[in-house]
């Protein structure tokens, strides 16, 4: 069965950088699409970043310059460095990643799987 496990969220001041990681696990054959979306208190989930592998990242446009994403197909990870954050870029961060692995009955399948979230909390 495959699980994604996120780390790396935290609490750090404005002007800072975190690296949050989405570890997927299983008998995973391969990673074609991850993306990280973020929620903050009483807004929409919105869309931070987005990565096809063998394709070019794309960004919230407001993220593009400070956030980058990246997969790390050999070890089933991915990656989203974010820097000088600032107190909008606070919330629950959410990794989704759709991929292809083997179920129960050893037959491949794609699937669509998010992580747990982890909370990023950027203070003035």
């Known amino acids: 069965q495959v699980q994604l496990v996120e780390s790396g969220g935290g609490l750090v001041q404005a002007g800072g950088s975190l690296r949050l990681s989405c570890a997927a696990s299983?008998?995973?054959?391969?990673?074609?699409?991850v993306t990280w979306f973020r929620q903050a208190p009483g807004k929409q989930r919105e869309l931070v970043a987005r990565?096809?592998?063998?394709?070019?990242?794309t960004y919230a446009h407001s993220l593009k310059d400070r956030f980058t994403i990246s997969i790390d197909n050999r070890n089933h990870m991915a990656n989203l460095q974010m820097n000088n954050l600032n107190p909008e870029d606070s919330g629950v961060y959410l990794c989704?990643?759709?991929?292809?692995?083997?179920?129960?009955?050893?037959?491949?399948?794609?699937?669509?799987?998010w992580g747990q979230g982890t909370q990023v909390t950027v203070s003035e």
């Open positions: 989704n990643i759709q991929l292809v692995a083997y179920n129960q009955a050893n037959v491949a399948a794609s699937g669509d799987y």
């Open positions: 990565i096809v592998t063998g394709g070019r990242p």
């Open positions: 299983g008998r995973i054959i391969a990673v074609s699409t």
